[in-house]
């Protein structure tokens, strides 16, 4: 912004030595009109007036070139300034949406992890669950060899009806 403020004003200072030199020229016209006193000084007048007007009409073109060429990189930096504030503006857009999407994700991480939290507390310990298994297997095993003790017991008790039943 503040090249396209320096460039503003270099221009208008062009426009005030434009405005200037047209007026200084009017003036010469009017001199050299109202000189028709002495042809000789009023010949080397005029033609120094024409010098003087050539010359201020070459650094009118002059300045009329730099400040079309002012003018035309005025409107590439105003270009280049709008395309930077959009650019911007989509990456700033784009972070917002970024950070929404990671402030959800953080959120439903947080529920999940007190969810599971309350799971643990509520869950057993891993020597308890050991403990409780060993006298599981021991429950198990007795039961196993009661039913094999009575099956035992099953067959020597029909043995013993069949041997009774021979009798």
């Known amino acids: 912004e503040s090249k396209v403020k320096d460039l503003t004003a270099i221009s208008e200072e062009y426009k005030q030595q434009l ?21 000789d000084q009023n010949k080397q007048r005029i033609a120094d007036l024409v ?39 989509d990456m700033e857009r784009m972070l917002k949406e970024q950070m929404g999407a990671l402030d959800v994700w953080k959120t439903k991480a947080t529920e999940k992890m ?13 020597s308890d669950y050991d403990a409780v298994h060993r006298q599981l297997q021991k429950q198990r095993e007795r039961q196993t060899e009661f039913l094999q003790r ?15 039943r021979e009798i």
């Open 150 to 164: 009575e099956v035992q017991l099953v067959k020597q008790n029909a043995k013993r009806e069949n041997i009774e």
């Open 51 to 89: 010098q003087r007007v050539s010359l201020l009409e070459i650094n009118e073109m002059r300045l009329s070139r730099k400040y079309d060429a002012i003018c035309e990189q005025e409107k590439q930096l105003r270009e280049k300034y709008h395309e930077s504030t959009t650019d911007s503006l």
């Open 19 to 39: 405005s200037e030199d047209k007026i200084k020229l009017g003036h010469l016209e009017q001199l050299s009109s109202s000189m028709t006193s002495d042809p």
């Open 114 to 126: 007190k969810e599971l939290h309350n799971v643990l507390r509520k869950s057993v310990l891993k």
